[in-house]
């Protein structure tokens, strides 16, 4: 199998807001997200955007109710549209999960699950993590490991 292209990881998400301006500004602000790429469209909507995260961390963030020319429909919808309903939940993996939702909390995001230790065991691996909801209710897991697998 080829490599993807250059700055793509091998799988990314796209995510849909009802107002994706202000939520690329939140995850910048909140998460540590840097802006790659922007399209703007009429009236200021984000038709396509590509956020990255540290070296390999991408995702897409794109306003609800896209039209495609010529092609299927893209049926996005945010999940504060669906009475908080999701479909996907994402995780990134840090190095100081702690400081990362301090920062989080700092910048008003709403934590769901303050950050706690789960140790899978001597034959797994032991994690540090927590959850946080984005501006329009898209769950987010931060992770940090704290212990590897025992090599076998």
Known sequence: MKHPPR???RISSSLFYDDAPAAIDFLCRAFGFEVRLKVEGEGGRIEHSELTFADDGLV???STGREREGRAAMPGVSPQSV???ITQTLCVYLDEV???CEHA???GARILDEPFTTDYGDDY???RSYRVLDTEGHHWWF???MREQNAG
């Open 105 to 107: 909390r700092s910048a």
């Open 143 to 145: 992770v940090q490991r």
């Open 83 to 85: 009475d908080g309903r």
């Open 60 to 62: 897409m963030v794109s």
């Open 98 to 100: 702690d400081k990362h």
């Open 7 to 9: 700055g793509w990881p």
């Open 125 to 127: 691996w032991e994690d």
